[in-house]
């Protein structure tokens, strides 16, 4: 039981570039969702999805794409990479909602240069 | 202003001392939820309440749903504990969960 497991661990990027960050979850869970931490700021959170088919907005959307075409996956598409998107990254799951136990994965460390 | 406030920012605290951590929000909510996260690490959830109190070992979070504030105490700190203590708040109806800024606590030996 592998929990949830973000891929990479750590990027460098130019401004400009795209990428996808990996996430996947083998609990079956439906509420997944992409965090973005800075320093001296708490987690923000930049999109969520209750289930298959179904995500929406957070805080800090702008610049980022998901969908879910599956329960296991919640990709996160940077379209244009800026140095302001430089951060930590952290993907979530949970059973159902906030309501829920929160798992997180171990983060991916972006650098746009 | 944040709607999920923690305090203090950074303690520092000896071996074996009892900790206090505190979380005060300002919305209604359906849970609230401490997490920790060590330096450099990933996130790692402690408790999920939606009443009252519980326990796991040396830590207890409290929370009074009328006051709007939870507690994080650790008995017996220990260098071990040191770590970032994140608190979040659920309020139901959005889906989304709101983040306090995290506490810095570092025990020396």
């Known amino acids: 039981n592998a929990g949830v497991t973000q891929t990479p661990k750590f990027q460098v990027l130019k401004t400009g570039q795209s990428m996808t960050l990996q996430c996947a979850q083998d609990?079956?869970?439906?509420?997944m969702s992409w965090y973005r931490q800075d320093p001296g700021m708490g987690l923000r959170l930049i999109h969520y999805?209750?289930?298959?088919?179904?995500?929406d907005q957070g805080e800090v959307p702008n610049g980022y794409n998901v969908s879910r075409s599956t329960t296991e996956d919640f990709p996160l598409r940077l379209l244009s990479a800026a140095p302001s998107q430089t951060s930590v990254y952290f993907c979530?799951?949970?059973?159902?909602?906030?309501?829920?136990?929160?798992?997180f994965g171990a983060g991916t460390r972006l650098s746009v240069l | 202003k944040n709607e999920v406030e923690q305090s203090p920012q950074n303690l520092t605290a000896q071996e074996g001392e009892f900790i206090t951590i505190n979380c005060s929000y300002s919305?209604?909510?359906?849970?609230l939820h401490w997490l920790q996260q060590h330096p450099g690490g990933g996130i790692v959830s402690l408790f999920m309440?939606?009443?009252g109190k519980k326990k796991h070992g040396r830590l207890i979070a409290t929370i009074n749903i009328q006051e709007k504030h939870s507690s994080l105490h650790i008995t017996a700190s220990h260098p071990r504990d040191s770590a970032v203590y994140i608190c979040?708040?659920?309020?139901?109806?959005?889906?989304?969960?709101?983040f306090g800024k995290g506490t810095l606590l570092t025990v020396n030996p």
């Open positions: 979530a799951s949970s059973y159902e909602s906030g309501m829920y136990i929160q798992y």
């Open positions: 999805s209750v289930g298959a088919g179904i995500t």
């Open positions: 609990m079956n869970h439906e509420y």
């Open positions: 979040a708040v659920f309020g139901g109806s959005n889906y989304k969960l709101t």
């Open positions: 309440l939606s009443s």
């Open positions: 919305v209604g909510i359906s849970a």
